[in-house]
């Protein structure tokens, strides 16, 4: 739900920057990985509907000369919407996830979705054509998650892997396990931060104003949502970065972050602020912001609505269908970590999903009442509050030495007061 990037870039760029052309990042996802001397692969995949997937890989950590053929579990790593693969590595190695992951004896995939900036090639579409981005979250999810699981498993010669995705990489995980069941037999265990199914209690001002406008099917909602985004995209994330790194304006940056995210958030590492800019927004098509406001006007986890006629068309019934979650059988419980301050994640809406899947998931709600959506991922405190836990649960599925103590963050009990 990081629409509000969008938003936020927007916001701060009408200050004076001078509006350019936007381009490719200057530095990819393996760059900022191998300047902190770990190895890093770039990998291709090209989806059933012929999208171009890219997947960044760290099969060792930055102390391990080579793999020594040691078996290392996979771990998939998807990001939140208009993100990238870059947004889990801007903590650098003491505090970012994968980093922490590999070093800890994982082979670590870092995802993208299509329409990002690292998965803008089709086999036969340019994506500068509207067709391209005609696609919504349904597509990631029921596409591109299974296929990139798919060459994981194969690249790896494993059977399963362990899957964490955040905000956006929640949703389309839900959405492929309720609609595939299967797929959960491929899963050793599930880490879903801020987890975006219901969002019926969102609490972003911002958001519930864009939803007003592209909230239903409508004219507009159609004509924006196969528009291609690149350029404007690239012109947000020059504008952000450029006025946000003025002292004059850092704070005002900040501020509007908690804004759309969680207000009053002491925890967002300031020193990643103009990092965060410079590769988000990462691109991605308007349909899945369209979804997400549709899943807040109707308050269901459905596919996406094309209006009536557009739904007979496509689904063959007047109404999309409904993601049945009832479907989703793990052989480990769903880990989902989440704030009370989230605007996004409510706990309201948290405790609507756990009153659909119950004892399918184990529920981490963060202690700190202040903790907001971003503060999951990008919080002065992350690798002791969150990163440090999830590693510690995968050390114990996988049967090696852990702590047992990292996950003090927490409540046991999820929806008790205070």
Known sequence: ME??????????????????????????????IQRHGYPCENHTVTTPDGYILTLFRLPHGCLEMSDKGEPRPAVLIMHCLLCSSDFFVLNGPNDGLPFMLADAGYDVWLG?????????????????SEEFWDFSLDQIGLIDVPTKIDYILKTTSESKLHYIGFSQGTTVFMMLL????????????????????????????????????????????????????????????????????????????????????????????RTLLTDLLTSTPADGS???????????????????????????RKYGDSKPPIYDLKNIHL???????????????????????????????????????????????????VKTCINNCIVDKLL????????????KCFRNKAFEEG
Request: overall charge neutral; glycine content about 10%; aromatic content about 14%.
């Open 178 to 269: 309720s609609s595939q069941p299967s797929y959960g037999e491929k899963i050793k265990t599930a880490h879903l931060l801020g987890p975006g199914v219901y969002f019926c209690h969102l609490r972003s001002p911002p958001a519930l104003l864009i939803q007003k406008f592209l909230g239903r099917p409508s004219g507009l909602a159609n004509i924006i949502g196969t528009l291609p985004s690149q350029g404007f995209t690239g012109i947000l994330r020059l504008l952000g970065s450029n006025v946000c790194k003025f002292p004059l304006f850092t704070e005002l940056c900040i501020e509007i972050l908690n804004l759309f995210s969680g207000w009053d958030s002491p925890y967002l590492n």
């Open 3 to 32: 629409v509000y990037i969008i938003v936020i870039a927007f916001f701060v760029g009408i200050t004076g920057a001078q509006i350019v052309s936007g381009g490719q990042l200057e530095v990819n996802t393996c760059d900022r």
């Open 112 to 128: 993208n979705a299509r329409g990002n900036i690292y998965s803008q090639r089709h086999v036969n579409l340019s994506s500068l």
């Open 286 to 312: 308007n349909q899945q912001i369209n979804q997400y406001m549709q899943f807040i006007t109707k308050c269901e986890f459905k596919r996406y609505d094309y209006g009536a006629e557009g739904n007979l």
């Open 396 to 407: 114990k599925y996988e049967g090696r030495p852990f702590n047992g103590t990292l996950c």
């Open 331 to 381: 052989g480990e419980p769903i880990e989902f970590y989440f704030a009370v301050n989230d605007f996004f994640a409510t706990p309201e809406d948290i405790h609507s999903l756990f009153d659909e899947i119950g004892m399918q998931g184990n529920w981490n709600r963060v202690k700190l009442k202040k903790y907001n959506h971003f503060d999951l991922v990008l919080s002065i405190n």
